[in-house]
């Protein structure tokens, strides 16, 4: 019975695919993201998951879900900012038949419905609108459901994992998120940190998607530890998503058996973003460079004791090119 039961969840696309073990990451801030996450599944009380954009915040809900002892029912997963307000309603609620012009014959289940026995991901829950987060707050309240049009409540067993890039705190003061929804929401919570946080980790995402995109270029075996540490000092402002996607860039640019930097540069090239930080950075380094050559010089002048010629022919330059560089300092 349970294994047909999966077979028609697999079929509706209701299964969570990413386990705990998916989410890459040996650094401080991801490895106790991971403990709270293991920690949290075995409860079952509502999670509310931070994080920018990016960051994998439904792989970390997906895991949660896998880890819990709801695993074997429904995860059902809907984006609160996808939908219009009247869609949203009737996507989260279901319902009867002759609701509305265009409802379906026989009405529809809604999203909490279907979690029945799992887990529903409301991702992007600050875009809900005021509205719908009365009627959310309910939900958590009474562990029931009215379908729009419907004149019976139905008891649902859910549990709910909202996520946010927004600062829903902040929201909350300027009146655009209930008050009492947000202390609802926020009883367990866990903040993803961003790459440039966990910087430590972009080697080990850069050799699983590697991996993982191996056939979008077969030849590719390979990246060296140039290329590799080159892609470390940016600070992916699109976490994790940017990474996937200038690594499968690179992937298809790449024309040899192992990615090197100049494979790296030319990808990064096509990039509007990247191609600026790479422009401040060659400012910066032509400037710390600078900032050297300058230091080196009055240094070596004072310990000569400002007699310019011992310390032009130390320096291997002729007197007046020194004269006319400390002139400029």
């Excluded at 367990?188 to 430590?200: G, K, W, Y």
């Amino acid at each position: 019975m349970e294994r047909n039961i999966r077979k028609k969840l697999s079929a509706k696309g209701l299964v969570a695919k990413y386990n705990i073990s998916d989410i890459i990451g040996k650094s401080k801030a991801c490895l106790s993201m991971k403990r709270k996450a293991v920690k949290y599944a075995l409860t079952e009380s509502t999670i509310l998951i931070t994080g920018e954009s990016g960051t994998g915040k439904e792989m970390l809900v997906q895991s949660i879900h896998n880890l819990s002892v709801r695993a074997q029912g429904p995860f059902v997963a809907i984006n609160c900012a996808a939908l219009p307000e009247n869609l949203l309603e009737s996507e989260l609620f279901g319902y009867v038949e002759g609701a509305f012009t265009g409802a379906r014959r026989g009405g529809r289940q809604g999203m909490f419905e279907l979690a029945h026995g799992g887990t529903l991901f409301l991702d992007e829950i600050g875009e809900m609108p005021l509205p719908l987060q009365s009627r959310i707050l309910r939900v958590l309240q009474e562990r029931e459901v009215m379908p729009l049009g419907g004149e019976a409540v139905i008891p649902v067993d859910v549990r709910i994992i909202a996520a946010t890039n927004k600062n829903l705190a902040t929201m909350v003061t300027e009146g655009s998120f209930r008050n009492d929804l947000y202390y609802r929401l926020n009883i367990l919570r866990i903040h993803i940190p961003t790459l440039v946080d966990r910087r430590e980790d972009i080697p080990l995402l850069i050799k699983h998607f590697l991996t993982s995109m191996h056939d979008k270029n077969p030849r590719v075996t390979d990246i060296t530890k140039e290329a590799v540490d080159y892609l470390v000092k940016f600070d992916w402002l699109g976490n994790i998503r940017q990474i996937a996607n200038m690594m499968e860039r690179i992937l298809l640019l790449t024309a040899g058996n192992v990615i090197t930097i100049a494979d790296v540069r030319d990808a990064c090239e096509d990039d509007d973003r990247m191609n600026a930080k790479i422009g401040e950075k060659e400012n910066k380094d032509i400037g710390d460079l600078t900032q050297m050559e300058n230091n080196l010089l009055q240094k070596t002048l004072e310990e000569e004791n400002f007699n310019y010629t011992r310390a032009a022919k130390r320096l291997g330059i002729h007197r007046t090119t020194l004269w006319r560089r400390l002139k400029k300092i």
